[in-house]
C-alpha cells in the first residue's frame, strides 16, 4: 500500500426489516503506518474494531482478507469479533453475484491519481445463514446481499451515495452516488449510478454526460440524456461510521442502513421505475 492509502470493502445483507454490514479494510497513513479494521453496522448499532498488520491475512486473486479471525470472501463472510463490550460471530454463504455490465467508473478507471475509486461487486445476490450481535440472532437465510469497495486517499468532501436491493416486490436494485470531485487545483460534480430493472441495467454516470441537477441531505436528481433518476430521502440521520482521510480513518460519517426512500427513473416521458421503500440506505456529508 502507497503512503495516504486506504482500501475497504463493503458487505451488506438484508432481508425484510433486518440489515447487517460489516466492513473490513487496510490503511497506510502519512507517517507509513499500516493498520487495519473491522466496522459493523445494524439496527441501532455500530462498532469499530481496529488490527495490527501482523492480524492480516490478504489476498487480491482470488480475493481473500482475513482480519483476526474474521474472513471475508467473494462466496462468504465468517465473522468473530469480541472487544469493547461487542461480540459479533456467525457465518453468511452468498449465491451468484449480480455483477454491473462493466467497471462503475468507466473510462474514469483509467484516471491516475483520483482521491478515491469505487468499485460495484455485487449488485445483489441471495444469502445463506444467520449472524448474532450481543446475543441477537439476525437470520438472513434468503435474504438479499450486496457488496461493493472503495480504495485511495479519501472519501470526497462532499457526497451523497444511496443504495437499494431488497424491493418488496423485487422489481429493481439500485446504487446512486453524487461527490465533489478534486483534480488537481479544480473540482467538479460527478456521479455514478446503476439501476437495474428486470435485468436491464441502466446507468447514469458523468463519464456518459449525467449531470448533477440536486444533491443534497435528502435528495438526488441526475439527468442524462432522456434519462432522468430521482431519489427522496425521507429517512433517519443513521449511525457514525469513521471513514478514511489522507489514509487515516479519523472522519466521522452517518450512515443509515435501512430507511425510508423513493426512487423514480425515467426516459422522457416514460415511467420506468417509480418505487417507495423502507429499506434503502443512505450517506449524506459535506
Known sequence: MKKDSFEGWYFKHQ??????????????DRHGRKSAFIQIISDGFSAYFPYSMDQVEYRARPFHLKIGDSVFTRWAVSLNLKRSGAVVEGKLWYGPLRKLEYDIMGVFALIPGLECRHDVISMGHRLEGAININGKKLDFTEGTGYIESDRGRSFPGKYLWTQCSDF?????RIMAAAATIPMGPWSFPGCICAVILKGKEYRLATYLGAKVMECSGNSLILRQGDLCFKMKWYGPQGLTLKAPVSGAMTRSINESLMGAARYRLTEGDKVLLDVKT????FEYSE
Not at 418488496?168 to 429493481?172: E, L, Q, T, V
Open 15 to 28: 432481508k425484510g426489516n433486518q440489515a447487517f454490514a460489516v466492513i473490513p479494510g487496510m490503511k497506510r
Open 168 to 172: 418488496i416486490d423485487g422489481s429493481a
Open 278 to 281: 423502507r429499506r434503502a440506505s
